[in-house]
């Protein structure tokens, strides 16, 4: 499985972005695709997830309410929604997939077999 985000770059404080993570795989049925961030000197941290087979969704409490994570399945693409940026969401932001269910809260990045790149969202104050 090979992931690919993208949509990274930077805003103002207040601004939105909408980062995407596609997957190439045969089947996009059966996995978790997450969005982990890490800031500079920070240890990694889940932000949000979502089961591309039950649609259900995970947000940390940080993001709740500004964040939307969505799934289109036709193109195995996964879509993070980020309005209302703040300073402190600026980090490093990987997506990441896990086949079969998450099972801890919040996501354990060990639990994550595939990784993207990465991509850099800057929020100015």
């Known amino acids: 499985v090979q992931l690919v985000e993208s949509g990274g770059g930077l805003v103002q404080a207040g601004g939105s972005l909408r980062l995407s993570c596609a997957a190439s795989v045969l089947s996009f049925d059966d996995y978790t695709i997450a969005w982990f961030r890490q800031a500079p000197g920070k240890e990694r941290e889940g932000v949000s997830c979502i089961s591309t087979t039950e649609n259900t969704r995970w947000y940390a409490d940080s993001v709740k309410g500004r964040f939307t994570i969505a799934s289109d399945n036709a193109k195995n693409t996964v879509y993070l929604q980020m309005n209302s940026l703040s300073p402190g969401d600026t980090a490093v932001y990987y997506c990441?997939?896990?086949?079969?269910?998450?099972?801890?809260?919040?996501?354990?990045?060990?639990?994550?077999?595939?990784w993207g790149q990465g991509t850099q969202v800057t929020v100015s104050s």
């Open positions: 990441a997939a896990l086949a079969g269910r998450n099972t801890r809260y919040p996501p354990n990045p060990n639990q994550y077999a595939y």
